[in-house]
């Protein structure tokens, strides 16, 4: 894992991360909304992980006053169950830690136990359920907080 980059995600890696949105998600974001995080979103923070010049991952969260809320998190299939994750997840925790924000929040899939397991590990708790929150499965999100 030492030769993985975690570094801003940038216009040129967008076509890349969206080879990773359409494998990771059954509703994959459009260039469209990752254009509009990256050049207009003021609250939006984007990262990739890359190896050897390749985009193998990404994340992103929002700031939003004293809390960040994380949007994405997706790694490439083939490079799943690395620590690739984890990489994107101390990146994110970083940018956090830079800004004095302290709590963090996501949704995740109910069915999803693999990346609840990864936010435990950083500190996360179950705070609730949101509903039918998927709108393509209607599963339900488990909502998860950090607070430090």
């Given at each position: 894992?030492?030769?993985?980059?975690?570094?801003?995600?940038?216009?040129?890696?967008?076509?890349?991360?969206?080879?990773?949105?359409?494998?990771?998600?059954?509703?994959?974001?459009?260039?469209?909304?990752?254009?509009?995080?990256?050049?207009?979103?003021?609250?939006?923070?984007?990262?990739?992980?890359?190896?050897?010049?390749?985009?193998?991952?990404?994340?992103?969260?929002?700031?939003?006053?004293?809390?960040?809320?994380?949007?994405?998190?997706?790694?490439?299939s083939q490079?799943?169950?690395?620590?690739?994750?984890?990489?994107?997840?101390?990146?994110?925790?970083?940018?956090?830690?830079?800004?004095?924000?302290?709590?963090?929040?996501?949704?995740?899939?109910?069915?999803?136990?693999?990346?609840?397991?990864?936010?435990?590990?950083?500190?996360?708790?179950?705070?609730?359920?949101?509903?039918?929150?998927?709108?393509?499965?209607?599963?339900?999100?488990?909502?998860m907080w950090?607070?430090k």
């Amino acid at each position: 894992m030492n030769d993985v980059i975690i570094r801003k995600m940038t216009e040129e890696d967008i076509d890349q991360v969206l080879e990773i949105e359409k494998e990771s998600f059954k509703t994959p974001w459009s260039r469209e909304a990752f254009v509009l995080e990256l050049e207009k979103n003021q609250l939006a923070r984007y990262i990739v992980a890359e190896k050897e010049g390749k985009v193998i991952g990404y994340g992103g969260l929002w700031l939003i006053l004293d809390e960040a809320h994380i949007t994405n998190i997706a790694v490439s299939s083939q490079y799943r169950g690395q620590g690739i994750g984890k990489l994107i997840m101390e990146g994110l925790i970083e940018i956090c830690e830079e800004k004095g924000i302290n709590n963090m929040t996501l949704e995740v899939r109910k069915s999803n136990i693999v990346a609840q397991s990864l936010y435990k590990k950083y500190g996360f708790v179950n705070c609730g359920v949101r509903p039918g929150y998927y709108t393509d499965t209607k599963e339900d999100a488990i909502i998860m907080w950090r607070e430090k």
